[in-house]
């Protein structure tokens, strides 16, 4: 039998919920700074190991289209105008997936969901969603972002 302090195990418990507090606003600063206009879209946050080798930060992209699921990401869709956020998943590490789940303090229905359709059924959970662009409207929308962004760095140099 293994005994657990429950002061060790509020103390981890707190940590989760700060955690997922932060998420939550990554998640509202991407929607509030409208990246593609009032137009929803994703937001894809997947860890990534720092240049140390030692320390994980998690990257927020916001994206039109969903990526591929992979292991150790999420995947949320946002509403600009809005605080609405939608998850679509979120797959931990496989190594974490028994902490996931059911009567596990760490147990989330959203992650064992998501661990689920990620191994039986990826290829709905990776399908698009009504609404969102195609490939080719996306692609414009790319363009014209990267085509802003060289006009304004071009009028900076002028200024400068």
């Given at each position: ?141 790319y363009m014209q972002i990267m085509l802003e962004a060289k006009r304004k760095k071009m009028m900076?140099?002028?200024?400068d």
């Amino acid at each position: 039998m293994l005994k657990i302090n429950p002061l060790d195990a509020h103390d981890r418990l707190l940590h989760l919920k700060k955690h997922d507090h932060s998420i939550g606003e990554c998640c509202q600063n991407l929607i509030d700074r409208e990246p593609f206009g009032k137009r929803p879209f994703y937001i894809f946050a997947h860890g990534r190991l720092d240049d140390d080798g030692i320390n994980t930060r998690v990257i927020w992209q916001p994206r039109l289209s969903k990526p591929k699921a992979q292991t150790n990401s999420m995947l949320f869709k946002g509403y600009p105008g809005s605080d609405r956020v939608d998850v679509i998943w979120i797959i931990p590490k496989r190594e974490l997936w028994p902490q996931s789940k059911k009567d596990k303090m760490t147990s989330s229905e959203i992650v064992t969901n998501s661990i689920h359709a990620f191994l039986h059924n990826r290829k709905k959970l990776e399908e698009p969603e009504e609404g969102d662009v195609t490939e080719e409207e996306g692609n414009a929308i790319y363009m014209q972002i990267m085509l802003e962004a060289k006009r304004k760095k071009m009028m900076q140099k002028l200024y400068d």
